[in-house]
């Protein structure tokens, strides 16, 4: 496998979780490759990896992977995405899949004609959590959903992620301004689509979205450096499920609705709350990492273990060819929401959604 991109997942889980010992029979980290050479070779030093490439057009006509995980800019995710399927390089897309419906479906398409495998993160359905609360809510547990919220903030997070940003070497010293930048940065993109994975997983497919959207904060600095904000930093959206059942997803500069544990579900029956029902836990919803398939041993010690999952999921899928949790139809519907919930903003009226995805109960080993 070869980790395209040497940023702050990079750098934090992917490398570290890759290259454990416990992986040597399954995954081999060949080759990374990323613009900035310095870090590139630093990173290759750090984690034992024996070939480096600036240019991602020389890693993929290198021979040296079977497979990449793609840990760059979001708003590159469909070209480096489209070249890797070209080569027949199977791809793991770290969150987001890509930024529009139109990128998803060439990607989708494009992939099945040439035979290659996507997985797509954020993969929370893979989380016992996010399978138990679907088991129950559709057993009833809850009676009618009436309503659900869930959302993310910006807050300063990535400008003060000290492991990697501050610091003056190159693997401390990441530039974070393309999560403000036009294509793919801001928080629906970067964060609240783990919330739109775990809300759809749970109630299905959305028909309609609308929205309001807008720049809370011109301006983001880091090491003293002044950050232009391109793209919307404070989104709101109205998720209609049909049948009167409505979900409010946010991704904000800042804050956050008190007392959510992730997601929340209104029913007539009751409510659930994360991994709780009516306020007492719901048997086998465990939130935690260390209840993720693959997160074991010295994985539970890394950060950014729910992706280490995620890259597994492909890697599980080539070779004992066990489908993945975590499709890239799931991922497509989550990019059509957020396309059109910046479009609805735009336009002032609801949009509607064209895409569904089906989720196979068979794969769920908490269900």
């Known amino acids: ?131 138990r609360v679907r088991k129950r809510l559709h057993e009833g547990a809850i009676g009618t959903p009436t309503w659900a919220a869930a959302g993310r903030a910006f807050g300063r997070y990535h400008q003060e992620e000290r492991s990697v940003r501050g610091g003056d070497d190159p693997l401390s010293n990441v530039d974070p301004s393309w999560y403000f930048r036009k294509p793919g940065g801001g928080p629906m993109y970067d964060m609240t689509v783990y919330e739109l994975h775990s809300i759809t997983g749970i109630l299905g497919s959305a028909e309609r979205v609308t929205a309001m959207s807008g720049i809370s904060f011109p301006e983001r600095e880091f090491h003293g450096k002044q950050i232009e904000t391109e793209i919307d930093d404070n989104t709101f959206l109205l998720l209609d499920f049909g049948e009167a059942l409505t979900a409010f997803v946010y991704g904000a500069a800042f804050g956050g609705l008190p007392g959510v544990n992730a997601f929340l579900i209104n029913g007539s029956e009751g409510q659930i709350n994360g991994n709780q029902l009516n306020g007492e836990p719901i048997e086998g919803a465990d939130d935690s990492i260390e209840a993720l398939p693959h997160v074991t041993g010295e994985h539970r010690s890394i950060q950014e273990a729910h992706v280490y999952e995620d890259v597994m999921q492909l890697v599980d899928w080539l070779r004992e060819e066990q489908p993945p949790i975590a499709t890239v139809e799931h991922a497509r519907h989550v990019v059509e929401i957020i396309e059109k919930g910046y479009r609805s903003a735009e336009a002032g009226e609801a949009q509607e959604l064209t895409t569904d995805f089906e989720v196979d109960t068979s794969l769920l080993e908490h269900y």
């Open 1 to 131: 496998m070869g980790v395209v991109g040497t940023g702050s997942v990079a750098l934090r889980g992917l490398l570290p979780h890759l290259t454990c010992e416990d992986n040597d029979e399954s995954v081999e980290v060949t080759a990374i490759c990323d613009i900035d050479v310095d870090r590139a070779q630093a990173a290759a030093g750090a984690f034992d990896v024996q070939e480096t490439f600036e240019e991602y057009e020389r890693l993929l006509a290198s021979g040296t992977v079977d497979a990449i995980t793609l840990a760059t800019p979001i708003g590159l995710h469909f070209e480096q995405g489209k070249q890797a399927i070209e080569h027949g390089i199977q791809v793991h897309f770290n969150k987001t899949f890509c930024t529009t419906l139109e990128e998803a479906n060439e990607l989708i398409d494009s992939a099945e004609e040439a035979g290659v495998k996507l997985v797509a993160s954020p993969g929370q359905l893979t989380r016992p959590r996010e399978q």
